[in-house]
């Protein structure tokens, strides 16, 4: 499975972008994709995950402001995100699991990974 980030870019804060993340697969039945993000220096962080039937969740650092969504039918995923802060500033990733069966909440990251979008939260 190729997966690759796209949606990028610099934005004030307050801002909004809309990340995507296209698949070289049908992701209908992949129980579990989503969001990471790494600032330099530090570990990779979830963001929000979604699984097959359009269950979410997020971090909380990120909860109200973010929304993660798939497209089945095109065999993409997104990240809305808005009133994007200084700290949002980071390099995100999408992550696919096509074997998770575990709880939303508890997910630590699938086996395949796209290269890395940088969103830069700058005013």
């Known amino acids: 499975v190729q997966l690759q980030a796209s949606g990028g870019g610099v934005v004030q804060p307050g801002g909004s972008l809309r990340l995507s993340c296209t698949t070289s697969?049908?992701?209908?039945?992949?129980?579990?994709m989503a969001w990471y993000r790494q600032v330099p220096g530090k570990e990779r962080e979830l963001v929000a995950v979604?699984?097959?039937?359009?269950?979410?969740h997020y971090a909380d650092s990120v909860k109200g402001r973010f929304t993660i969504s798939r497209d089945n039918a095109k065999n993409m995923m997104y990240l809305q995100m808005n009133s994007l802060k200084l700290e949002d500033t980071a390099v995100y990733y999408c992550?696919?699991?096509?074997?998770?069966?575990?709880?939303?909440?508890?997910?630590?990251?699938?086996?395949?990974w796209g290269q890395g979008t940088l969103v830069t939260v700058s005013s």
């Open positions: 979604i699984s097959k039937y359009d269950s979410t």
């Open positions: 697969m049908s992701i209908f039945s992949i129980p579990a």
């Open positions: 992550n696919a699991d096509p074997t998770y069966r575990g709880a939303l909440g508890d997910y630590g990251g699938g086996r395949y």
